[in-house]
């Protein structure tokens, strides 16, 4: 019987938080055309979250991509067609690696970032005070934090497709001595608009995902030092389970 | 805090450098030159036996790509496939009785369909159809007559099996 209602208590508390994010999201979504009229702070946001991204996403596509170019050689060169692996690993990079791994990374060096942020301007009652100036808080701080995560979360995943597709051609061309021409036409061939469009998609949806996810648990922390930290813990775990079960339903869709 | 003019500038390279890569990704690892809804033009075929051609193989002509299959379907009146090809507007001196073979790229590669230039003076139209038609080469029926010749030879002595004549 108990058991029943524990589970019961957190099923509703599943639902009273998707619901509170939905709230969160539309409050910040009514602000937005208030927020466009103040570029220069999504600007600025866009470069703490994209900029000061973009040497990790670069490292990490470089090996991301070495390591795909070496595991694909190998399972490929056993039927002899390792020619086909521009093709492979171009495909798994736009569709699933590019958008998963940068919005895995994301979350953990941006979406940290954001939480803690607004989680100790919580702490530090600045939220407050800006409310005492009549400063809306969700237009000052959430929107442009969010705006600005949103739009760079798709820009990184280019740069790291991009990267790790220079990664893959480092390890098979110049190392493995995959044939340079075929490798690039085959990819070539094979690869269409729409796969690119796919993987763009994916990295819209996470990029609204993690930014919103990140902004909520900061603005709604526990104005303490560990409140603070247990929502930069849940912002990443709670961000990449996400996008994880999206990545799944969003490649089950299109694939349809 | 950093300058404004250092965040503007780093923001600015770092969304220049995420289009750049979204255009280096769109236009130089895809194949769009050749996407059916370019200006074309519908030449048919009809095969006894298209093995496993899929509609948006190649139709390639001298190895070079100049469409794509467009539809296949059965004719239940001949119970022949008919093979419906868009082939790029810029190719339009194919003469009228060319051959189209369905061929297969590699080994174990995909199927497409191969033109080879008649002699005719007229060209090919919209709505055309190719005459001279060379089935997939089917593997199963190839191992079958193999077989079957070989099985002769051990009775027949005097036939010269095919691999010889090459020597």
Known sequence: MNTFRELFENLREFAVAVGAVTMFLLRMLRHLPRAITRPSLIVEQIYNSGALSLVIIMICGVFIGAVVGLQGYEVLQRFGAEESLGVGAALALLKELGPVVTALLFAGRAGTALASEIGLMRATDQLTAMEMMAVDPVLRVAVPRFLGGAISLPLLAMIFIGIGLYGVQLIAVQQLGVDAASFWSQMRAAVRVDDVTDGLVKSCVFGVVCSLIAVYEGYTAIPTAEGVGRATTRTVVISAVLVLMLNYMLTAVMLR | ?167
């Open chain 2, 1 to 167: 805090m950093r300058s404004t003019r250092t965040i503007e500038m780093s923001t600015g390279l770092f969304v220049l450098l995420g289009f750049a890569s979204l255009f280096f990704l769109v236009t130089q690892i895809t194949n769009r030159e050749l996407s059916v809804d370019s200006k074309s033009y519908d030449v048919e075929a009809r095969f006894e036996n298209i093995g496993s051609l899929k509609v948006g193989a190649a139709v390639s002509m001298a190895g070079v790509t100049i469409g794509r299959v467009a539809s296949i379907r059965l004719d239940q009146g001949v119970y022949k496939a008919v093979v419906r090809m868009k082939i790029n507007e810029t190719y339009d001196k194919i003469p009228a009785d060319s051959d189209a073979a369905i061929m297969t790229s590699g080994l174990l590669g995909g199927q497409y369909v191969g033109i080879t230039a008649g002699g005719a003076e007229e060209y090919l139209k919209n709505g055309g159809r190719i005459e001279l038609v060379q089935d997939a080469l089917v593997l199963e029926n190839l191992i079958n007559q193999l077989a079957a010749s070989f099985s002769n030879r051990g009775s027949d002595t005097g036939k010269q099996p095919a691999a010889q004549e090459t020597k």
